[in-house]
């Protein structure tokens, strides 16, 4: 098993975790229920807590993948400026999350308003993750590729049939 094996096998908890804990945030929210609400915050702790594995990881993926053919550096770093993103706001999710859990324990007055800024934070946090689940998805699934991703591979699959013919 090599980095990026492992990468694969990581990298999709920090994504899939969020999402989750999002759905058990509102039925919380529905069904006015703590434990569910704390329960919610424990699975936006351990989706920050995938992000480290996740991190540590990338490089060594990137290693692997960067002298594939059609792999160019651009795309590549165009998903680690993604995941540099969706990491931070993990951790930020991770943090908030876990003060939340401690205020939900606790039965601090501003543990409603933590609740409200989670499901905010978690929302941003989404949509990185979805951006980096997709530019990392398109390094080797040309078919998912955007056009600007796909223009960044375009030129060099260009070379390679005029080369051949």
Known sequence: ??????????????????????????????????????????????????????????????????????IEDKIIHIHEEAAETFGLFSYILGAVSALGFWASLKEKAFGKIITFVVLVVSLVTLFFAKNAGTTGGEIRHTEIRTTTAANVIEPIENERYTDDN
């Open 1 to 70: 098993m090599n980095q990026a094996h492992l990468h694969l096998v990581v990298n999709h908890f920090p994504i899939i975790l969020p999402f989750v804990g999002l759905l058990l945030l509102i039925g919380s929210l529905i069904l006015k229920s703590e434990v569910i609400k704390r329960t919610a915050y424990f699975v936006f702790v351990l989706g920050a807590l995938f992000t480290l594995p996740a991190f540590a990881t990338g490089e060594g993926a990137e290693e692997v993948v960067e002298n594939l053919p059609s």
